[in-house]
């Protein structure tokens, strides 16, 4: 967690249980187990402007019309499992949306994958070419 390394984001979180899926037999219809945790991207001072940018775009499929973070966990039996799980969840997502990509630097192509491209052309174009109809003058 380098990116996050000293940051708490703990204070920021809002938890609330909720029936969900799951194991736990019986006992799912009646605890509520399953957290889902709310997080506030543009709100927390914790974060940069630069990373609150960065953190929206990679992971807008995760963040409603509010602006909330939401994340779910509902593998665990008990809530505080859940609780957790979800909180690890959270690292986890913000440090890979956090992570700075390496520039692609672009290389030639091999000489033997030059060579391989243009024969598969050359069958592709040999094949078409018996596909093609001749004109018999006459007929």
């Keep these: 967690?380098?990116?996050?390394?000293?940051?708490?984001?703990?204070?920021?979180?809002?938890?609330?249980?909720?029936?969900?899926?799951?194991?736990g037999g019986q006992n799912v219809n009646k605890v509520s187990s399953k957290v889902e945790l709310r997080f506030l991207v543009d709100a927390s001072p914790l974060l940069t402007d630069e990373e609150k940018a960065r953190v929206r775009e990679k992971?807008?499929?995760?963040?409603?019309?509010?602006?909330?973070?939401?994340?779910?966990?509902?593998?665990?039996?008990?809530?505080?499992?859940?609780?957790?799980?979800?909180?690890?969840?959270?690292?986890?997502?913000?440090?890979?949306?956090?992570?700075?990509?390496?520039?692609?630097?672009?290389?030639?192509?091999?000489?033997?994958s030059v060579r391989e491209r243009l024969q598969t052309k050359r069958k592709a174009a040999t094949k078409k070419a018996t596909r093609r109809t001749?004109?018999?003058?006459?007929e």
């Design 1 to 23: 967690m380098s990116a996050l390394q000293n940051r708490d984001f703990s204070g920021e979180f809002i938890f609330s249980a909720v029936r969900g899926g799951g194991p």
């Design 59 to 112: 992971l807008a499929n995760k963040i409603n019309g509010e602006g909330y973070l939401i994340l779910t966990a509902q593998a665990e039996r008990s809530q505080l499992l859940n609780k957790q799980a979800v909180v690890k969840k959270f690292y986890h997502l913000l440090q890979t949306a956090l992570r700075k990509e390496k520039p692609r630097k672009e290389t030639k192509p091999t000489a033997s």
């Design 134 to 138: 001749r004109d018999f003058g006459d």
